[in-house]
């Protein structure tokens, strides 16, 4: 088996990557899925830590990681689309009060 | 370390990895973008395999790239082009410059911890197995399974719930025009609860005359 500290280094720099592309975009789903690109490369570190110790207790978090990540896609997408449909744009910038 | 097939095989899915990352952010296009990361989300389903995480891999496959990423594309795509446009990214000034550089900073930060770490240093034990794992989960793990079940059941409800489209017109659709020409008193009043543009122009005017007037 390959060695799990260089899938945890690529988690590393997946989740650099993903932090850069939040700083980076204007555009909400853009921020959305460089999170979901974070979440995953933290995922890849819990799967890493489990294959070296032998411990099933990471597998659970990443698949609780998992399910969580998805709940959040569908209320994130859900509240750009109801923004989108008030406010005709999903700009980050735009979405500055919480009410209108 | 022996340069053998395996190797070979993680130096292919981890630059596909890293390519589909920097393409999510660096894409022209949402839609582009959404595509890159399904490639990237790929790559680290064939991690977990390489990790021997098939379930996890399975999973990866199956709610990631099966449902969440259809979902967001299906979104992406019922919506205006105009959403599909990267609005104006920002220029490179002395902020933003810094802010690279100390990212650029922060991941060799980690990068150097995570490898340096001490608990490399123990042998691998070798990884868990699926039914460990599912006795894991559904015994140990049996309260937190359930909360993420409700979680999830909460999370569908106010999600339908935010989009909802609560004109009567299209709640009644299917009783034809006469219903409720005949009953208007049934139900919400037909109005439009997301008014036109310019209807939109003509309340903020009004309210601006009434702040005025106050």
């Not at chain 1, 979440?39 to 990471?58: I, K, Q, R, T």
């Not at chain 1, 990540?69 to 005709?88: D, F, K, P, R």
């Not at chain 2, 199956?62 to 990214?89: A, H, K, N, P, W």
């Amino acid at each position: 088996m390959i060695d799990p500290s260089w899938i945890a280094a690529l988690g590393v720099i997946l989740f650099g990557i993903g932090l850069l592309g939040t700083f980076y975009h204007k555009n909400a789903i853009v921020v959305l899925m460089c999170i979901e690109l974070m979440l995953n490369a933290a995922n890849l570190n819990f799967v890493a830590a489990a294959s070296h110790y032998g411990d099933v207790n990471g597998w659970v978090f990443t698949a609780i990681a998992i399910a969580i990540a998805a709940a959040e896609v569908a209320i994130g997408l859900a509240i750009l689309l109801s923004m989108y449909s008030t406010q005709q744009t999903i700009s980050l910038d735009a979405a500055s009060k919480l009410r209108n | 370390m022996t340069f053998d097939f395996e190797t070979l095989i993680f130096v292919i899915v981890s630059g596909a990895a890293l390519v589909g990352a920097i393409g999510c952010v660096f894409a022209g296009r949402v839609a582009h973008s959404l595509l890159w990361l399904m490639l990237t989300f790929f790559a680290v389903a064939a991690l977990f395999l390489m990790a021997s995480a098939e379930m996890l891999g399975a999973i990866q496959i199956l709610v990631y790239l099966g449902s969440v990423m259809l979902v967001v594309q299906f979104g992406v795509m019922l919506t205006r082009r105009r959403i599909q446009d990267v609005e104006s990214l920002p220029t490179l000034n002395f902020i933003s410059a810094a802010a690279g550089v100390g990212l650029f900073a922060l991941v060799l930060a980690l990068l150097r911890e995570i490898m340096g770490h001490s608990m490399w240093d123990s042998d691998a034990v070798g990884a868990p197995t699926t039914v460990e794992f599912a006795n894991s989960l559904f015994n140990e793990w049996t309260i937190a399974t359930i909360v993420l079940g409700t979680l999830l059941a909460m999370a569908m409800v106010g999600a339908s719930y935010l989009v909802r489209d609560e004109r009567l017109i299209n709640l009644v659709w299917d009783l034809g025009d006469d219903t409720v020409a005949a009953s208007p008193s049934v139900g919400m009043p037909i109005r439009r609860t997301r008014p036109t543009p310019s209807e939109t122009v003509e309340v903020s005017s009004k309210l601006g005359k009434e702040e005025e007037e106050e």
